[in-house]
């Protein structure tokens, strides 16, 4: 059983930045996709970025201000978000296919407002 631990959410300014992190169990080279995603109160959890071989792919409404990365010797994954707008309040969830198995982190709570 492998777990996802996100760190890094919090309350911050419209404008504002953060940078999420999700610390991964066992060996990285496990790992053949990531993503985060969230779920704002009322709303279907929705896919944020996802990086698949090198490849980093987006939602519509976060291009431009958030950027996802993947250290593969901390077994780490990163979600910089810059820009950061009301609308972007959600717990955000870390997700990662081990092989076929997929896992999901417990969520870290983001919350943007002034």
């Known amino acids: 059983q492998e777990q996802l631990v996100e760190s890094g959410g919090g309350l911050v300014q419209p404008g504002g930045s953060l940078t999420l992190s999700c610390v991964c169990s066992?060996?990285?080279?496990?790992?053949?996709?990531m993503a985060w995603y969230r779920q704002a109160p009322g709303k279907k959890r929705e896919l944020v970025a996802a990086v698949t071989s090198g490849r980093t792919t987006y939602a519509d409404s976060v291009k431009g201000r958030f950027t996802i990365s993947r250290d593969n010797a901390k077994n780490t994954m990163y979600l910089q978000m810059n820009s950061l707008k009301p609308e972007d309040t959600a717990v955000y969830y870390c997700n990662a296919f081990y092989g076929k198995i997929n896992y999901w982190g417990q969520g870290t709570q983001v919350t943007v407002s002034s």
């Open positions: 066992g060996s990285s080279y496990s790992i053949t996709e």
